[in-house]
């Protein structure tokens, strides 16, 4: 996979690394392609942007050019998860299958073009490698051209 420039326009760096974590939680968020489905869900805790109160979704992450992702998937759906997280960008990455741990992380809505193509044409790809039948099958990256798409870093503990 390659890796992201680490740059914004605005001067501020973008944290993909993962070097920070125990090495079990690092292995647990770089999944491969041959990952099932289930292993790509977890749930986020984010604050609602009309009630301001917590929120525990269930959503797909997905690991792509280097960095971490959670996306909404095909479709053009109005997404909570999405408009609670541009609203409060700081949220909790709940590993909920298999590995389990609480990370603190930040979401940043993915606007770059270039960006979003890159990484929805390799998460497409990942997709749909023919390694676990019966899971989700996007077969066209144009059906996930609108997809919601937040780019995440997760915080050091302090």
């Known amino acids: 996979m390659s890796t992201p420039d680490t740059t914004r326009s605005n001067g501020s760096a973008r944290d993909a690394s993962l070097s920070h974590l125990?090495?079990?939680?690092?292995?647990?968020?770089?999944?491969?392609?041959?990952?099932?489905?289930?292993?790509?869900?977890?749930?986020?805790?984010?604050?609602?942007?009309?009630?301001?109160?917590?929120?525990?979704?269930?959503?797909?992450f997905y690991r792509a050019a280097g960095a971490t992702y959670l996306c909404s998937g095909a479709g053009r759906a109005a997404t909570d998860w999405h408009a609670n997280l541009v609203a409060n960008p700081d949220f909790t990455f709940h590993l909920k299958n298999g590995i389990r741990a609480d990370l603190p992380a930040r979401a940043t809505p993915v606007t770059d073009p270039a960006e979003r193509q890159a990484v929805l044409a390799e998460i497409v790809a990942d997709l749909n490698q023919p390694h676990d039948p019966g899971t989700i099958r996007p077969t066209r990256l144009e059906d996930w051209a609108d997809s919601r798409l937040m780019r995440v870093s997760f915080h050091h503990r302090q």
Not at 23 to 32: F, V
């Open 22 to 60: 125990p090495n079990h939680i690092r292995r647990a968020i770089e999944i491969t392609p041959a990952a099932r489905t289930r292993e790509r869900i977890i749930d986020i805790t984010t604050f609602g942007r009309r009630t301001g109160r917590a929120r525990r979704i269930e959503i797909f």
